[in-house]
């Protein structure tokens, strides 16, 4: 059973930072094999693709509207993905998801429950 727990969302002010967390297990679930992403939905909004990490890690691909701000990084050994997330603007609100793929499918295949970040004007 894979599961992925995503944290460190919250309620912060514009031009603040935040670091979202995504913390895989399973009894042979390891992120070192998969891509992993960050996706996001707002209220209203369908779900769209925030960043991923290539499973070879040195790859890594953002939105445009975040480039710059986000930084997507990944801890093999600690089995956790990261979101680093500088310079958060009203409009980056939204319950954030983090997802992983296997190297031969082409969509995300297991999702998190997702994490609420809420950016104040």
């Known amino acids: 059973q894979v599961q992925l727990v995503e944290s460190g969302g919250g309620l912060v002010q514009a031009g603040g930072s935040l670091r979202l967390s995504c913390a895989a297990s399973?009894?042979?679930?390891?992120?070192?094999?998969?891509?992993m992403g960050w996706f996001r939905q707002a209220p209203g909004k369908e779900r769209e693709f925030v960043a991923q990490?290539?499973?070879?890690?040195?790859?890594?691909d953002y939105r445009s509207s975040v480039k710059g701000r986000f930084t997507i990084s990944r801890d093999n050994a600690e089995n956790t993905m990261y979101l680093q997330m500088n310079s958060l603007k009203p409009e980056d609100t939204a319950v954030y998801y983090c997802a992983a793929r296997a190297q031969t499918k082409v969509e995300y295949g297991y999702w998190g429950q997702g994490t609420q970040v809420t950016v104040s004007s």
């Open positions: 399973g009894r042979t679930f390891r992120i070192s094999t998969y891509d």
């Open positions: 990490i290539s499973w070879r890690a040195g790859y890594s």
